[in-house]
């Protein structure tokens, strides 16, 4: 668990605006999700540029498609994990 703290604007009972500090206690495993799921977006973005080299290659040869076809399933894999939400591990991506 992990505590953060931070400040809100709101409105007091006179009606001005003041600043108020609030704390939340935040599980472990939601921040693990969070991370998670930054380095997830990281990884969809570093793989556009990944592609677009290998589809540069004119005529890739055995192992460039081999290497290709892995990574395509991690990428994959990776966009699945975002779309449903399974942020509990980067595995397979």
């Known amino acids: 668990m992990a505590t953060i703290s931070y400040d809100v604007w709101v409105f007091n009972a006179q009606g001005q605006r003041v600043r108020e500090t609030r704390t ?3 599980p472990d495993a939601q921040i693990a999700a969070a991370a ?3 380095t997830l977006r990281d990884r969809a973005a570093q793989a ?6 290998y ?4 005529a890739p040869n055995t192992t460039q ?5 892995r990574r395509l399933t991690q990428e994959c894999s990776a966009l699945i994990r975002l779309l449903v939400g399974a942020l509990d591990s980067t595995d397979g991506t």
């Open 24 to 26: 939340e206690t935040v």
């Open 36 to 38: 998670n799921a930054v």
């Open 48 to 53: 556009l540029a990944l592609n677009a080299t």
């Open 55 to 58: 589809l540069a290659i004119g």
């Open 65 to 69: 498609v081999t290497a290709q076809v």
